[in-house]
């Protein structure tokens, strides 16, 4: 199936066909028909499987195809709901990508920046609207946005959004949109939660549903490096560096914790950075973007980076810590291996996180393979039939932190030179 196939018009096939994407993914093939049909939809995929595309295509055909009244001023008319700043700029870019030949005017808002150029893009004129459920809010506050005109509801990451605390947000949002809507959820996972929500703002929704319930990334190969607790960093060095690892985005719990890490890479000669929502959005940006472009080897993120990165062609996610949830799990490794590309997602996994392991690999259905490198040996077990064995002392490496770990270069590579094959299509936006 080819995206003609699908109904969308010429100008939504030159700018898809422009981005380099030649067939619709699993979640596309299904979302696109049933939003164009104007039916409401629940849609459950796992990160990456492109369903950014999945409901910006049909909106901006259906806009497109039912101009707004004449004569009336240029109002919203679609609303796209995210739970991270990151996220909504990433859609906001998808949106304008894919709708650069329609006469349609698309804007982002969030917290973190000013908000007078937000207010006055929005006095513009704006017909597509990405926004974070604080900000926009506060922008209905000042009445400088009016929602009353609202044609499509999006809800993008809902099961984050209920992981972040913003169902109250969420709520009073709807509340300033008209009853008469088309409304569209998206969701990683369909948590009792989430089907609550669901029954509350859908109507007799479409639902499709492209990979089993919590299903981690199907390309993505998993490992488990038992080690101290003490030499979780020592051993992360020795990984990027034995292996010229160019691109690496890590997870740990706290903010504090990733400002930590990120310094004593740098110590150990590995161009890092941090990233988490204590830092301004300048900073959060200029990281990421570093990131991306290949000038910092390693970021260092908390869960604010779990959900809607678009990393193109991410080859290695490490839990530096496992999270307290098991299903963040699933979100933090599908970072890699989207969109028919194969990735690698390692946890350094000590004593202390045994139980937070099983629990990942209760929901995973299956275990997850362990090994320990060469010099990094531990006094402990994380064999499920026998995972406190007697201690015995070990040898402590002589491996020096920084060994094998040269500074990375601005400029150098990206992770496009190792052998991953580029597969082109709309799936890593989303």
Known sequence: MSFSDLGLSAELLRAVSEQGYVRPTPVQKQAIPAVLAG??????AQTGTGKTAGFALPILQLLNETPASPGSRRMVRALVLTPTRELAAQVHESVADYGK???????????????????????????????????????????????????????????????????????KIINLLPRRRQNLLFSATFSDEIRQLSGQILHAPAEIEVARRNAAA???????????????????????????????????????????????????????????????????TKALEGFKNGKIAVLVATDIAARGLDIDQLPHV??????????????????????????????????????????????????????????????FSLDTRNPNPPRSASPRSSHRPNEGAPRRQAGAGNGRGNGLSRQREPGRRG
Request: glycine share 10%; with cysteine; aromatic share 6%.
């Open 218 to 284: 199907e390309l993505v190969k998993q490992t488990v490096y038992a080690v101290e607790a003490d030499r979780k960093r020592e051993l992360l060095s020795y990984l990027v560096g034995s292996g010229n690892w160019q691109q690496v985005l890590v997870f740990v719990r706290t903010k504090h914790g990733a400002d930590r890490l990120a310094r004593q890479l740098e110590r150990d000669g590995i161009n890092a950075d941090a990233l988490h929502g204590n830092k301004s959005q300048g900073a959060r």
């Open 39 to 44: 039916k409401d939809l629940l849609a459950g």
């Open 101 to 171: 030949y329609l006469p349609l005017r698309a804007a982002v808002v969030f917290g973190g920046v000013g908000i007078t150029p937000q207010i006055d893009r929005l006095r513009k004129g704006v017909d597509i609207l990405v926004a974070t459920p604080g900000r926009l809010l506060d922008l209905a506050g000042q009445r400088a946005v009016d929602l009353s005109r609202i044609e499509i509801l999006v809800l993008d990451e809902a099961d984050r959004m209920l992981d972040m605390g913003f169902i109250h947000d969420v709520r």
């Open 318 to 379: 490490v839990n530096f810590e496992l999270p307290n949830v098991p299903e963040d799990y699933v979100h933090r490794i599908g970072r890699t291996g989207r969109a028919g590309a194969s990735g690698e997602a390692l946890s350094l996994v000590c004593q202390e996180e045994f139980k937070l392991l099983a629990a990942i690999e209760r929901l995973l259905k299956k275990d997850i393979p362990r090994v320990v490198a060469p010099g990094f040996e531990t006094n």
